[in-house]
């Protein structure tokens, strides 16, 4: 029997498929993309994904390895333009609309952010 499990993609796409991952685990390596996915190019899906409001970061566990974790500070971040831009060009139904779940996912990823004693920086 073979060690690499395909997980039944469901139609799913590869960036899809790696947010899952990561939201269940807590991050994902090229080695599990492969194994369980069949995802060859994890750098260019995580690449992918740095332009939305999912970034991810390379994170090192060793001899050249890295494991692709969330990068909260960078998803604050892309929610807060996301916020100001709509304030500036939305319509008020728009803003009604979009305002309490832009919002919603700023804060999160801002607290995670702000918990992670590691991210911390005291400049």
Request: charged share 20%.
């Amino acid at each position: 029997m073979s060690s690499t499990q395909i997980v039944l993609t469901a139609g799913k796409t590869q960036c899809q498929l790696i947010v899952e991952h990561v939201t269940a685990t807590g991050g994902i390596t090229s080695w599990e993309a492969i194994n369980h996915y069949g995802i060859t190019r994890l750098a260019a899906r995580i690449h992918d994904l740095n332009n939305t409001g999912r970034a991810m970061k390379a994170e090192d566990i060793g001899d050249g390895y890295v494991r692709y974790v969330p990068d909260h500070k960078a998803r604050a971040d892309y929610y807060r333009v996301s916020i100001n831009n709509l304030m500036y060009l939305g319509s008020p139904s728009e803003i009604a609309q979009k305002l309490p779940r832009l919002t919603e996912k700023f804060v999160q990823n801002l607290r995670l952010t702000i918990t992670k004693p590691a991210q911390l920086s005291l400049v």
